[in-house]
């Protein structure tokens, strides 16, 4: 079997439609830096006196310790309505900061289900370049935000930026899948994870407070998010659109092969026209699919459910977690600068994405995922080890150290990117846009949920609270290894095979399979 080509066209598109990815990361990366800053500024826009803002959840920052404050006349003791007053602008400056974090998330969920409908209404192409309007509206709200009602166009700018990140993570994935060959589609596929973690990185690296996470710039900071999606949109012009969606959706062969020619240079192409042929006789034989019946229509049902807890997996490992506790753990550990230990964090999550690029066509995507759960539940008991002896041993803080550092690597070899492409993989042409809109849906869902509750659990749990994750990703492994498929090389009907052979039914033959996976023996 013959390696396919990598061609210049195909690197410029795949480039071109991981920028996306790249923002998506940017996005969830840069309200953390000037946290403190953007606090401060709403509370000044607010009016809410300084030594009001001096108590704000103990967001503290050196530069408004500088600023003038009228003297206190006499040593009077607050009273009750004072204290009423600044327990209320406390609660609604907090309210608002959570809304400017939680209002990107639920803009992605919103909008997740709409990207797949949007790419076959107009096409990938053309869907990427109106998802950029979004992108370009939300960062001219949050960089003009310090000219303004700083709070109103933050959260506005953030929830456009949401919606935008909810349309791309089910678009660039379908247009990376149908772009890329066969022999390729794991290693493309993975670069979607790889592009959202460099934008993290990023966006750590640029807020640092010498750099644009200061007084003067954070409005910059948060603005920058839109440079991806001007790039992006000149790019596209030079892009080919998906030759599966010409072929499969529009009927427009001759276009498919103008496209396929173009990302495949001078290769047979042959193979390729074959079967999408193929494909577009099976979609044609199957009936529209909609998501509700993904979970009523029997041979759907148990890929649906396998691609979801896929998701579930990749979001309740407690991967947020870490990073919302490394940081702690970097300064009980002695590091005067835990912000650079942080960014050394995402630097890991970068490297091993892009080893997972490698691995994830010699290694399979279960075999992966497999190990990258098996590897973190290991990491997760050390940990939460560390945490509990910490006050008896103070080396155990390295131990720790050293647990979320392979805890990152391990996620990012396996339970990181393979979800997002490996739901792709699990369905045909018909019911492919709706199982993707699901996923997205619900990896955002869960995300939300994740970002809302963690505080909470882990002030219920305290140092015993990755204890509680490596349960649960106990749970996830012990699923995956007896219910997910492997799906490396495999035709949709030889993974529908494997599905069936999963649910404990007796083999049938491949026609026959293929066939009951397509619906065509099931009435709706």
Not at 151 to 159: A, D, E, K
Not at 505 to 514: G, H, S, T
Request: glycine content about 8%; proline content about 4%; aromatic content about 12%.
């Amino acid at each position: 079997m013959t390696e396919d080509k990598i061609t210049g066209t195909l690197v410029l598109t795949v480039f071109t439609a991981t920028l996306s990815s790249f923002q998506f990361g940017y996005d969830i990366g840069v309200i953390n830096a000037p946290q403190e800053i953007i606090i401060s500024h709403y509370a000044y826009v607010l009016g809410i006196p300084l030594d009001d803002r001096k108590a704000i959840n103990n967001y503290t920052i050196n530069s408004t310790k500088e600023l003038p404050t009228t003297p206190c006349l006499m040593d009077s003791i607050p009273t009750p309505l004072a204290e009423e007053e600044t327990t209320a602008s406390s609660n609604l400056v907090t309210m608002l900061w959570s809304l400017s974090v939680s209002s990107f998330a639920i803009g992605g969920m919103i909008a997740s289900f709409f990207g797949g409908w949007l790419g076959d209404r107009i096409g990938r192409v053309k869907a990427m370049l109106v998802a950029n309007i979004l992108s370009l509206a939300g960062a001219l709200l949050m960089g003009f935000s310090k000219l303004g009602p700083s709070h109103i166009l933050i959260i506005s700018g953030r929830s456009l930026s949401g919606l935008y990140c909810g349309l791309i993570s089910g678009l660039v994935p379908m247009y990376i899948g149908e772009i890329a060959p066969t022999t390729l589609r794991g290693a493309l596929g993975t670069l979607h994870q790889l592009a959202i973690v460099t934008g993290i990185l990023i966006s750590q690296i640029v807020g640092l407070n010498f750099i644009l996470g200061n007084h003067e710039q954070w409005h910059i900071l948060l603005g920058l998010s839109g440079v991806p999606a001007i790039i992006q949109s000149l790019l596209l012009l030079f892009c080919p659109e998906s030759p599966r969606y010409l072929y499969i959706k529009l009927d427009e062969e001759v276009r498919a092969k103008k496209s396929l020619k173009r990302l495949r240079g001078d290769a047979d192409i042959t193979k390729d026209i074959a079967e999408m042929r193929k494909e577009k006789e099976e979609a044609s034989s199957e009936q529209v699919v909609s998501i509700i019946q993904l979970f009523t229509n029997s041979c759907y049902r148990q890929p649906i459910l396998v691609a979801l807890m896929l998701h579930l997996a990749q979001q309740f490992s407690g991967i947020n977690g870490i990073f919302y506790y490394s940081t702690s753990i970097f300064q009980t550990a002695g590091i005067s600068q835990p912000v650079y230990a942080t960014i050394g964090v995402g630097t890991i999550n970068t490297i091993f994405t892009a080893v997972s690029v490698f691995l994830v066509e010699k290694a399979g995507r279960r075999s992966l995922f497999l190990i990258g759960m098996s590897g973190m539940f290991v990491c997760a008991i050390f940990m939460s080890l560390g945490l509990v002896l910490l006050n008896k041993l103070a080396w155990m803080s390295y131990v720790s150290m050293v647990a979320i550092f392979l805890f990152v690597s391990f996620f990012e070899i396996g339970p990181g990117p393979i979800p997002w492409f490996m739901v792709a993989e699990f369905f045909s042409q018909g019911p492919r846009t709706a199982a993707l809109a699901i996923a997205a849906f619900s990896n955002w869902a869960c995300n939300f949920i994740i970002a809302l509750c963690f505080q909470y659990i882990a002030k219920f749990c305290g140092p015993y609270v990755f204890f509680l994750f490596a349960g649960v990703i106990l749970a996830f492994t012990l699923f995956t290894f007896f219910k997910v498929p492997e799906t490396k090389g495999k035709s949709f009907e030889e993974i529908a095979a494997e599905f069936q052979k999963k649910r404990g039914l007796a083999q049938k033959p491949k026609a026959a399979v293929e066939m009951e996976f397509l619906g065509a023996t099931e009435t709706v």
